[in-house]
């Protein structure tokens, strides 16, 4: 099983901050293969960013994706309130599918 | 409009059995794998199982924590996803959300509490 592990669990970000969050792997996967989600209180996770690096219907410039092999990470280039969320990878490079624990990010 | 609405949750005590169904509407879906994902209370998300489609012979796979106990299944006849869970034990409680081919449609989810 792919292991993915994400850091940090938690932050906080003031309006305008660049935040970064990030996604190790426990086996090196296609780049394709990885993703990203956005979770909202009690709401349906969204999918936010695909194949890394590509970012999802109406997901603000704001965001982007890199990494590869075991090594990815979600930036956020300025911090704005309506980015307080939880996100998480996936990868869907191999069975079981797995997600990554999370990271809950906060506005200051 | 894609829409997925799960339907079935409820509370059910540790061992019974339970059966989660999904209607799917918008578009063909006949020609998609569909997913479940569960997320217990406060926790992250964790992906349960899949089926593919006719073409790719209706091919299943599952999470370890549900295997042997699980069963995903479908009617393309009428649009519809199952889950049918066995031997129900208590960190199976969950929301249940059914999920589109690559996640990029979920549905809002069947809350599923296995107590006594």
């Known amino acids: 099983e792919i292991v993915l592990t994400q850091s940090p669990a938690l932050m906080a970000a003031s309006p305008g901050e660049k935040v970064t969050i990030t996604c190790s792997v426990s086996s090196s996967i296609s780049s394709s293969n990885l993703h990203w989600y956005q979770q909202k209180s009690e709401t349906s996770p969204k999918p936010w960013i695909y194949g890394t690096s590509n970012l999802a219907s109406g997901v603000p410039v704001r965001f982007s994706g890199s990494g590869s092999g075991t090594s990815y990470s979600l930036t956020i280039s300025s911090m704005e309130a309506e980015d307080a969320a939880t996100y998480y990878c996936?990868?869907?490079?191999?069975?079981?599918?797995?997600f990554g624990s999370g990271t809950k990010l906060e506005i200051k | 409009e894609v829409q997925l609405v799960e339907s079935g949750g409820g509370l059910v005590q540790p061992k019974g059995s339970l059966k989660l169904s999904c209607a799917a509407s918008g578009f063909t879906f006949n020609t998609y794998a569909m997913n479940w994902v569960r997320q217990a209370p406060g926790k992250g998300l964790e992906w349960v199982a899949r089926i593919r489609s006719k073409s790719n012979n209706y091919a299943t796979y599952y999470a370890d924590s549900v295997k042997d106990r699980f069963t995903i299944s479908r009617d393309d006849s009428q649009s519809m996803l199952y889950l049918q869970m066995n031997n129900l034990k208590t960190e199976d409680t969950a929301m249940y959300y059914c999920?589109?081919?690559?996640?990029?449609?979920w549905g809002q989810g069947t809350l599923v509490t296995v107590s006594a």
């Open positions: 999920v589109r081919a690559f996640f990029a449609y």
């Open positions: 996936q990868q869907w490079s191999s069975y079981p599918f797995t």
